[in-house]
């Protein structure tokens, strides 16, 4: 009775913030980018997304399920990934045990918390977002993702957890970082930062450089759901031979490759 209960509590309240949201809410310009935001986040506008061009693989000749997984504080918030997205997620770190990982985008950290759980414990992760006073960028973000920028609350699932002390929170703009210690030491690299074409192509070379040698494991977030992702995932896939390898894991927005 009572999941029912706030079941409908919830229910309530999403409609009451639709009807805002599609009449005086339109007035603010936060709220028309939002609107942007669901546009390219749902399949309704899918006739204006490309066709996925990328090969497409079975979870199963990913991970194994035989893997035992910690998937931690599942509440979901707008910009996190999808429950059978972190399990995969969890299912590779338990079987591939990389000691250095690498996500660029923490939002909430969400994810930073489900790859630290099923990390070693002599595993470091390192997460990089913006720093809360200053968000500005050298390129251009994707229309409607400052919504997604939310420095007050940036990281805060996994601080006060025991799987923080293998946590290492930076703050910079992924275009304009110095990787440090990072550099050519990381074994996974996961990248759910900005969305724009410029940003994912920028990342998506940052990641390189992180990995140890360049051989390791880089997923990207949101394939075929933004546009300007998928462009740039095609880009990289059809151009440069270093991502030749790129397959999108059936059921789930992930792209997987193995250097």
């Known amino acids: 009775m009572r999941r029912v209960f706030k079941f409908l509590l919830r229910y309530t309240v999403s409609v009451a913030s639709c009807l805002y949201l599609f009449t005086i809410g339109m007035l603010a310009a936060k709220n028309r980018k939002l609107l942007e935001l669901i546009c390219e986040r749902t399949r309704i506008g899918s006739r204006l997304l490309p066709s996925p061009l990328i090969p497409s693989i079975d979870p199963k000749e990913v991970v194994s399920d035989e893997s035992a997984i910690v998937l931690p504080n599942l509440t979901a918030i707008a910009g996190n990934a999808a ?27 969400r994810t930073t918390l489900v790859l630290a759980a099923n990390a070693d414990p002599d595993a470091v992760v390192y997460t990089l977002d913006l720093p809360a006073k200053d968000t500005s960028t050298k390129f251009a973000k994707a229309s409607g993702e400052d919504f997604l920028v939310r420095p007050e609350s940036r990281g805060a699932r996994f601080k006060g957890t025991p799987e923080s002390k293998k946590i290492v929170q930076l703050l910079g703009d992924s275009a304009a970082f110095d990787p440090g210690p990072a550099l050519n030491a990381c074994d996974f690299v996961y990248i759910d930062a900005s969305h724009s074409y410029e940003y994912v192509l920028n990342d998506s070379r940052l990641a390189q450089r992180l990995l140890r040698n360049g051989k390791g ?40 490759s193995v250097q």
């Open 217 to 256: 494991i880089i997923l990207w977030h949101d394939y075929i759901t933004w546009n300007s992702v998928t462009q740039a995932l095609h880009r990289l896939h059809r151009e440069d031979p270093l991502f030749c390898s790129m397959r999108w894991i059936a059921g789930t927005s992930l792209v997987y």
């Open 83 to 109: 429950v059978i997205e972190l399990a995969v997620m969890a299912q590779l770190v338990r079987s591939r045990r990389p000691k250095r990982l690498f996500e660029i985008g923490t939002l909430d950290g």
